[in-house]
């Protein structure tokens, strides 16, 4: 499978909001690293992620392109909301390896009512 239907698999199982589905597009060792957030490691920890992320706020991702580059592929995104954002994938033998995604964190906590760190 290439990377780009890699991710768009990814994607139509990130808008059904199952944590479980999403931590088994990942390697055992991947890392996950959201750059307004500290990186997390292991599928396990993604997991915990997306099921700490899916029950705070309702996201819907859109494609708005997806570009490949060998084993990378480099997601373009939008939401229903507003918010915009881009996101990078190593994929390795089927699997995410490692993700980088860039995304405004304080117009994402606005948007869904969620609490603004004081810190």
């Known amino acids: 499978m290439t ?3 890699l991710i768009e698999q990814w994607v139509d199982k990130f808008n059904s ?3 479980e ?3 088994s597009f990942y390697h055992d060792d991947a890392i996950n690293h959201q750059v ?3 990186p997390v490691i292991g599928k396990e920890a993604i997991f915990e992620m997306f099921k700490r992320e899916f029950s705070q706020a309702e996201m819907v991702c859109i494609i708005e392109n997806i570009f490949e580059d060998g084993e990378w592929a480099i997601l373009e ?3 229903p909301l507003g918010l915009r954002g881009c996101g990078f994938f190593h994929i390795v ?3 995410i390896k490692f993700q980088r995604g860039y995304w405004d964190k304080l117009s994402f906590l606005r948007i869904h009512n969620l ?3 004081t810190h």
Do not use: L, R
């Open 21 to 23: 589905t999403m931590a």
């Open 77 to 79: 995104w939008k939401d």
């Open 17 to 19: 909001g199952s944590a």
């Open 36 to 38: 307004n957030n500290e």
């Open 3 to 5: 990377p780009k239907k």
């Open 115 to 117: 609490p603004i760190p």
């Open 93 to 95: 033998d089927n699997k």
